[in-house]
DNA sequence: CTTCCTTTGAAGCGC
DNA sequence: GCGCTTCAAAGGAAG
């Protein structure tokens, strides 16, 4: 057992000395020696996310220095330029001062998109995953990293943490977990939600309660565990699939009934002290029986929207439960089983037969749905428009669309054909969101459009996918991964066919409005870019793809 | 030194 | 399928 110091809140833990598990008290920080070979990469759920820095060619000496042992082969080519990247373009590491990250380290949620869209090339020197098709990690990197789970489908590595000195103090042990340790076998249960709970809420019961009695304060509790909202207890079960995914990714071929009887043997002997004990845990049986298991309860979400009850198993999440799912960035594009991939996936990538678009259909309809509060986009489709210009108004004008450093506008995007309607309609919608995030105080309508959309935007269907299912799946398009795509490639992301699926109407509602907006615009420094040379230039949808091509792709067309 | 207590949830086991 | 048992965490109490 390894004693910790949470960077992040300062709290002492004890960690299993051979591994350190993800959460949000696993924020050891980056290793020093590691940081300048990372670079944040956004943000999934408040979790920030950081992905490795691609190394410079070694001829230029402003660049940073190359990687530990060899360079890997991939390029550092710019997706806009062409060109390779200056280091004075990535966003500086934080200063080891702030060694308050979770370290979140994933080497697919930051990928963009269209990466995947065009597998088995090796467009503009990209070199991809031999397996994964995906810009993977670098060789030569993947000694420093493990994979520690998943954080809602997106992969997660973490850093390798050394083993710790001996003379690190080694909590209070029982001599059957010391054994239990000695026997490298012995690998134990990830914890329950309740557990999760419990391990949180114990520090503070304890000073609530002043005592040190664990048995007074379980009861104490799980007393509280059972007040809460099934929304509050969303979060511990998402945490505790986190881990179960995580604990099965390490150990894929231990079960719990490796454990069943080797801890310890009793009797359980119900005397009458324990009788009142064991009566609300069966009334909490018999409530679980009448309930539905909060594993099927909808998720807490800032912007889900709630119609009925789930109808279909948890991990086949219809679109009601998107925004949800919106927390995967990207989903694995490959299910394989190898070291980059792990065993399990939360909540599987979405397929096509499982696309329910009733949800959004409503909103395109505006037809009555039952809204949390924090949903005002899906609440009324045409309020919700109207709100968003509100939203967006100041930010067409302000000054983020004329700072250079941005990468999404500024000279480089004159450097660029931006032609299709959509992609400037979405890359103001996402352009500098770190800006927009930093200015924004009400998280409404400019940034639930972005979740509404971000997880149903359709791509291109891999090949793996469509040669076993032919069942297309949505990659969702963070705001992190549009900044680092050029137009040309983000609009093949956009538009490319995907089996004849339609594009989700929230989707193509936004896009529509974006357009109308756009088209409203006042000549200036940012509509001037707005103007391609050729209507055409840089809409590159696959004309060997134009049988296949969903309903609301001609709708796009009619955009211009 | 070992097990119990005390909680909930997940999973194994036996019928 | 149902009911019971075990085990995850924790640390003081009890045997």
Known sequence: MLIVQCSWCQERMKKPDHLVYKSKHNALGIPDNMRQYVRPAGELHDVPLWDFVTPPPPSNPQLPPPFPTGAPTQSALDPWTGRFLSHTLLEPAPPVSQQLVPLILTNTATVPAHLYSQPGTDRQGQLRHPEHNVVGIPDNMRQYVHPVGELHDVPVRDFVVPAPPSNISTPKKRKCEARQYEDRLYIKKPPNAFMLYLKEQRPKVMAELNTTGSAAINAVVGKRWRSLSKDQQAKYFDQAETESCRHATEHPDWSTKENYGKKRKRTRNRTSSTASASEPKQEAQQAKRLCVTPAQTQPSSSYSVVKEPLKQPQRQPTVTNLPHQQSACVQL??????????????????????????????????????????????????????????????????????????????????????????????????????TFFKNQKEPIGFADIQHDIWPILPVTPQPDTLSCSNTPKYSPISPFSLENSSPSKLLDSFVAPTECQPMSPVFSETAKYMMSLLNDLEPGPFAQHLQPS?????????????????PNHSFLQTLY
């Not at 100041?394 to 004329?402: A, D, R, Y």
């Not at 050729?534 to 969903?550: I, V, Y």
């Open 534 to 550: 050729s209507p055409q230039a840089g809409w590159s949808s696959p004309e060997s793809d134009q049988s296949c091509r969903p």
């Open 333 to 434: 594009q490959n299910t394989q089983t190898t070291a980059d991939a792990p065993v399990c996936q939360v909540n599987p990538v979405l397929p096509a037969s499982h696309m329910d678009f009733s949800a959004s259909a409503s909103l395109a309809s505006s037809a009555p749905v039952q809204l949390q509060k924090e949903a005002p986009f899906v609440s009324d489709t045409n309020e919700a428009l109207l709100s968003v210009v509100e939203q967006l108004d100041p930010l067409l004008t302000s000054e983020q669309f004329q700072q250079p450093s941005s990468p999404l506008i500024g000279p480089q995007l004159s450097q660029t054909s931006l032609a299709s309607p959509v992609y400037c309609a979405l890359s103001t919608l996402y352009a500098s969101p770190d």
